[in-house]
């Protein structure tokens, strides 16, 4: 396989650069360059419990796209796939941080749990509560080459958006991440990919992935999922639908609920075959007897130019439908009620 | 080159199962199925001036995408990089009109102007108003396989987004189309390629890129522009930022201005990258005395998944600046002031 080309300048200054470029056509958003720190430059409302999030990059617009009024006060951007180390993260919780405790969103990856367990008693040290909410609804695989338990995924999206709103809308610290726990446990995903992925800098894909081949299960590092099977010869789309919504099903039933899902792609796969995936979604959903009662299409949870897609789903309480609802303003995700 | 792997069901049906997902997911839009028309399903104000595009499909979100409150009122959709027949044209026309008649928004291809003339002269034989807006923005070349004059491209974004929002202040046909017009004499884009992409059932690419190379002034169906060039050893972004604002500004003066902006991904490359390039695009613009008054940076106008960016410019007067706040409530674009 050649060489995937970058629209980058130089390798080793992808996050810094890519958050100059943020900066510059965000001035709502205060981008700290030397911390890698992305947080809301708008009015907040005193006394309003903080949301903050981050992880490895490559998976743009999470996190920080996902700063701004009704979502996150703060994301912390490690380098990519890699997470954001205790200072980062102690950086974002102190940008984040106004009085009412921090809740910390964060991804089950080992590296994202040490790393945010340690920035969390380092905000202790300075009195700023903070909260962990574990996002695993990755229903692929339990345990892989970063993780113990299930990955964290596109639900992670459904977490920041819920719990953005209520903290705008006053809910204080435990309420808040009792809440997030109700929207993990209410989430589920499912990924595929048709090709891989070149982190920057790097001169071969991060996994191989032979023509005519797709991994069933990815996970948005390119690791390893349940297994790998022969691209069939038509009718793509309907398989990956059918394999997903399968896999989610079978770990949480979806018939008689209301649900928010979210077709993701991965990066490289064009809106025009994501809407085709969408439609087989949701009738492979609704086959099942579950309502699409809110729903996304789109690349937002990304694995660089991965081709391929996640399938997540929440199901959907009338109150996890109000937050969804709610305002929100962010560079990828906006709009009012 | 491997063949790409589509997520598609059945690649001579990709149009219509793309239009089923994008019904399935979006309840506030019409979906003629057979047509490949995509209308507003929400309440339109009486009398209000009607506002059409379409063309080629491949360039997801546009035009469909842009469905809605503000922006437009109907699209056709046809094959891939392939204009829309008159009568899709006509049946978008027909969805959209509501007495006070109706702005065809054409880009500049051969095809698509000959085919939404016609379809005006048939909604005139049904006393339908039709004035139509062409959109020729592109300042890479001036002919191409496809067209004569210069290209459609990225600008026709700002086109839809304004005259979305002047139809719906109540704006009346001549001045709408003389708004457009004056939008269309204030944009500029310039297009370039590092991949190329292939249409749903073909197994080659449509052009061909050697790896390394990159196409300077691409356009929107991966048609020729300036020159072929080797992919610089570094600060690629910054080299095509510098290429691409030249082009723009040496067409039209960017200096004192307010200008509104989109980084533009073709499809395949990821954000990441993009607001890496969003970053030197927006120095380049200040260092020749621009002022970014707005800024949008993802794929709004793309070529399936072809990797490559394209910078579109808008020369913005306060009034510009007004119907580009305003608020739209499409798929692809959605905000409220």
Same mark, same amino acid.
């Given at each position: ?10 390798? =080793? ?7 100059? %470029? ?10 700290? &360059? ?11 409302? +005193?006394?309003?419990? %903080? ?9 743009? +617009?999470?996190? =920080? ?10 994301? =912390? ?6 997470? +954001? ?21 964060? @991804?089950?990856? *080992? ?10 008693? &380092? ?8 909260? *962990? ?18 990955? !964290? ?7 920041? @958006? ?7 809308? !006053? ?16 989430? $589920? ?9 070149? *982190?920057?800098?790097?001169? @071969? ?11 069933? %299960?990815?996970?948005?590092? !390119? ?17 990956? =639908? ?31 075959? &994501? ?18 009662? $809110? ?22 309480? +009338?109150?996890?439908?109000?937050? #969804? ?7 990828? &995700?906006? #709009?009012?009620?």
């Amino acid at each position: 396989m050649d060489t995937v080309v970058k629209l980058l300048d130089n390798p =080793a200054d992808a996050i810094t650069d890519a958050l100059r %470029g943020l900066a510059a056509i965000h001035p709502e958003l205060s981008v700290n &360059l030397e911390q890698h720190v992305v947080s809301r430059a708008d009015d907040r409302r +005193p006394g309003k419990v %903080g949301l903050v999030s981050g992880g490895g990059s490559g998976h743009e +617009p999470l996190h =920080a796209g996902f700063v701004g009024l009704g979502m996150l006060d703060a994301a =912390a951007c490690g380098e990519v796939f890699t997470s +954001p180390v205790p200072d980062q993260v102690l950086a974002a919780t102190r940008a984040a941080a106004d009085g009412a405790g921090v809740v910390h969103v964060v @991804k089950n990856y *080992t590296g994202d749990v040490m790393n945010f367990r340690m920035a969390a008693e &380092l905000a202790d040290d300075e009195d700023v509560a903070v909260e *962990t909410v574990l996002v695993d609804d990755d229903v692929a695989v339990s345990g892989s080459t970063y993780t113990a338990g299930r990955r !964290g995924t596109g639900g992670t999206l459904f977490v920041e @958006k819920i719990l953005g709103a209520a903290a705008e809308q !006053g809910m204080g610290l435990a309420d808040v991440a009792a809440l997030g726990r109700d929207v993990v446990a209410a989430s $589920r995903s499912f990924g595929v990919a048709v090709s891989p992925c070149t *982190t920057p800098g790097s001169d @071969k894909p991060g996994f191989d992935l032979a023509p005519g081949e797709m991994e069933l %299960g990815i996970g948005i590092h !390119g690791e390893p999922g349940r297994r790998r099977v022969r691209v069939p010869d038509g009718e793509l789309a309907r398989e990956i =639908a059918r394999t997903s919504v399968a896999a989610i099903a079978d770990d949480m039933p979806v018939d008689d609920q209301d649900l928010i899902l979210l077709v993701n792609g991965m990066g490289g796969t064009p809106l025009l075959e &994501l809407q085709v995936l969408a439609g087989d979604v949701v009738s492979e959903l609704t086959g099942r007897g579950g309502r699409i009662a $809110r729903a996304l299409v789109g690349n937002y949870v990304t694995s660089l130019e991965m081709a391929g897609s996640m399938v997540s789903v929440c199901r959907a309480t +009338p109150q996890l439908l109000d937050l #969804w609802d709610a305002p929100v303003r962010t560079p990828a &995700l906006r #709009w009012r009620a």
